[in-house]
């Protein structure tokens, strides 16, 4: 009786990590989803997620709760993470670089599948409070040399989600604080690929802010670059079309999202970054809707949106939703325009993201100064500014 109970305990951990790692397995072969296709989806490195699915590392708190979100699992393996007791840090390390790195890895895919169902306005506070504190020890010259590199490329990893966060919370000026850091920290690294992601940021931002020459330039810097990999030129064209489509460049700006698009047909080359995993044809369609709105086609736009919706996170249908209704008052689609704003309102409660309440306010102006709009339309307007006001 006695041995039983001492392997009981010192067997404990291993096996509760064990189930972990089966329900997991279970849950991801149940959604179709691959274990690379997940640690993508959630920014995590597919090597730590193997090894807890291997039960050969503790789930975090933070990476279950993320998993939970992405499976649709209802609190099942955050509830499995709980029951497991873990090591003092991962792999049995000391505290130090290696364990700041898991923690801030973990604490942003959290984070951001949060954003992705919720909006970026409750979260963005703490994914700057996890840069800040990261940077803290960077600048206060604890890190050793050996993992200098390493621990800044993570740092600027941190304040990419800060400034993505920050930016869908609709903090526009914080955003680039944080995606400037963030590019200068990548080249210290000698980070090439983050480098180019935080000029996509702030190719983003700009366009964001109706800023086409700004936007148009860093693209440009970006496709000036000697063997750029194809997933970034693609990028790269996606955001100098949304810019040449906001300085009224028809044929230059649908070159340039055709460019995207034809990028889309090539295979994943070995020279794209990791972090391109998100470019799709969603993301480059409803890119090329917005695009066309701006160049005065709201129905092609439309047509170009509504596509998207199926396959868009909850965020992402708020965004389809507002630029849908923007189009249908510009087309004076009425009872369309109608349908989607009482859709929007039932959003409003649910998802928290100061960028949609200001893309919101835009589009509730368009229906406000459409001719000819009935009276109904005007008044489900007016509630709406209403409740985004308040």
């Known amino acids: 009786m006695t041995a039983t109970l001492e392997t009981t305990v010192n067997t404990r951990g291993h096996t509760m990590t064990a189930d972990f790692g089966t329900r997991l397995r279970a849950l ?21 997620l193997s090894r807890v699915v291997n039960g050969r590392q503790h789930p975090s708190a933070q990476l279950a709760a993320a998993l939970d979100e992405l499976l649709d699992a209802d609190g099942q393996l955050a509830a499995l993470a709980e029951r497991v007791t873990p090591p003092a840090c991962p792999d049995g390390e ?49 890190i050793p040399d050996k993992a200098q590199r390493r621990y800044l490329a993570a740092v600027s990893q941190a304040a990419q989600v800060a400034g993505w966060l920050l930016f869908d919370a609709g903090g526009w000026d914080a955003a680039r604080r944080a995606f400037l850091e963030a590019h200068m920290l990548a080249r210290h690294a000698g980070d090439r690929p983050r480098q ?6 702030l190719a983003m931002l700009d366009t964001e802010l109706s800023r086409p020459g700004e936007t148009r330039r860093i693209a440009e810097e ?12 693609l990028l790269a064209h996606m955001r100098r079309g949304r810019a040449h489509a906001q300085a009224g460049d028809r044929r230059h700006a649908l070159a340039d999202l055709d460019a995207a698009h034809g990028g889309l047909e090539e295979s994943l080359h070995p020279r794209d970054p990791e972090w391109t995993w998100w470019v799709n044809h969603r993301e480059v369609t409803g890119h090329a809707g917005h695009a066309l709105l701006s160049l005065g086609s709201p129905d092609a736009a439309v047509r170009k949106l509504r596509s998207v919706l199926p396959q868009a996170t ?20 009425w009872s369309e325009a ?40 005007l008044a489900l307007s007016g509630e709406a500014a209403a409740s985004v006001a308040g």
């Open 196 to 201: 180019w992601f935080a000029l996509d940021m």
């Open 94 to 142: 000391p505290p130090g670089p290696a364990s700041d790195i898991a923690r801030m890895q973990e604490s942003a895919a959290y984070l951001l599948v949060h954003a992705d169902r919720y909006g970026g306005d409750t979260v963005a506070p703490a994914a700057v409070q996890v840069w800040r504190s990261a940077q803290s020890r960077l600048d206060s010259g604890e």
């Open 28 to 48: 991801l072969a149940d959604r179709g989803m691959s274990m690379r296709g997940a640690a993508r989806a959630l920014r995590y490195d597919v090597a730590y």
């Open 314 to 333: 909850p965020r992402g249908v708020m965004l389809y939703r507002i630029e849908l209704l923007r189009s249908y008052a510009t087309a004076r689609a």
């Open 222 to 233: 970006l496709l000036s670059e000697r063997r750029i990999p194809p997933r970034v030129a």
């Open 338 to 377: 109608e349908e989607e704003l009482q859709k929007i309102t039932t959003l409003l409660g649910q998802i928290r993201s100061g960028r949609n309440r200001h893309l919101l306010q835009e589009a509730l102006r368009t229906v406000d100064a459409a001719s000819g709009a009935p009276a109904r339309l």
